[in-house]
């Protein structure tokens, strides 16, 4: 990682230096190890405040790390976390649409996953869909043999209830 240091009225010193170069070359590592990263420090002391400010190009976005305080190592240290916080988030953001894919199925049942391991599916219904409100009759005459159960609009109440088909062929109705 190419680093640029900008000091206003202050320096940091030979080992202090060496410490932040590591800890920004981890840095640099956790955007792109390929390529080349360049980081702009700048400190600065105003009123017996330490300001440190550190800003990384990654992908067209700018990283920033922004710390003040009594302590000029710790100012520096603070701006790294928070830096490093928000490379972590970029650089995971960046997978992530990067790996988006569509898997192939299996190609033989002797390969396919077990039932447990499939995923389930959640199936959206428009709730916007014009129903018309029923009476318990009407659901229950709208059951057939292959529904354990009916969500419906209950045309007395205006509430949704569902009505729940038992093993020993009665029905229990819950009303919301």
Not at 96 to 101: E, F, L, N, V, Y
Not at 133 to 148: C, G, I, N
Request: hydrophobic residues 35%.
């Amino acid at each position: 990682m190419k680093i640029t240091y900008t000091g206003r009225q202050v320096a940091l010193a030979p080992a202090q230096l060496q410490k932040a170069e590591t800890r920004l070359a981890k840095v640099g590592k956790l955007l792109d190890g390929r390529r080349e990263c360049e980081a702009h420090v700048i400190l600065s002391l105003e009123r017996r405040l330490h300001r440190a400010e550190i800003t990384v190009n990654y992908y067209h976005h700018q990283l920033v790390g922004i710390a003040s305080g009594d302590d000029l190592f710790t100012v520096v240290g603070a701006a790294i976390d928070k830096l490093e916080k928000q490379a972590l988030k970029a650089r995971s953001k960046w997978r992530d649409t990067k790996r988006a894919g569509t898997a192939e199925p299996p190609s033989s049942p002797a390969e396919a996953p077990p039932e447990s391991e499939l995923e389930r599916r959640v199936y959206r219904i428009n709730h916007h869909e014009s129903r018309k409100p029923m009476t318990v009759d009407e659901a229950m005459m709208q059951m057939d043999e292959r529904r354990d159960y009916l969500v419906y609009r209950d045309a007395n109440t205006g509430g949704v209830s569902v009505l729940i088909r038992r093993r020993d062929g009665n029905f229990d109705l819950i009303e919301g």
